[in-house]
């Protein structure tokens, strides 16, 4: 662990507060919602309630007026991704609110996409 280091597979530059780069991956995601989910342009989060390796990724709670409901959400860094969960019949059985991904490239998804590259404010 002391060779040189692993500085590949950067997004494109640009200044997002926490990251340095535009995501590359689902992890990237992650942290962009975390860091910018009471700050989105169309949907105010106000707290993870959990988040895991599993179907669904997390739930948060998401305020619409003065009420709040718990809204559960998979991670994709590419909403297309999210297809694979389509076709798994035991995923349909189990509620998922949102997709939050970097790029949406799924214009026919069965659940909301919240694009974060659209979403988060300049």
């Known amino acids: 662990f002391k060779g ?3 500085d590949e597979n950067l ?3 640009m200044d997002l507060g926490v ?3 535009a995501p590359t991956s689902e992890q990237g995601v992650v942290v962009l919602f975390a860091h910018f989910m009471g700050k989105l342009k169309t949907h105010k989060f106000v707290k993870i309630e959990f ?3 599993g179907f669904p990724d997390a739930c948060a709670i998401e305020k619409q007026g003065e009420t709040f409901s718990r809204k559960y959400i998979e991670f994709e860094y590419n909403a297309r991704q999210f297809q ?3 076709k798994k019949s ?3 059985e ?3 609110d949102y997709v939050v991904c970097w790029n949406n490239d799924y ?3 069965p659940v909301e996409v919240i694009e974060l590259q659209r979403e988060i404010p300049k």
Do not use: D, F, W
Request: glycine share 4%; with cysteine; hydrophobic share 25%.
């Open 51 to 53: 988040i895991r390796q």
């Open 107 to 109: 214009p026919i998804c």
């Open 90 to 92: 035991k995923h349909r």
């Open 11 to 13: 997004g494109t530059p």
């Open 94 to 96: 189990i509620r998922c």
């Open 19 to 21: 990251l340095n780069y």
């Open 4 to 6: 040189p280091a692993n």
């Open 84 to 86: 694979e969960h389509v």
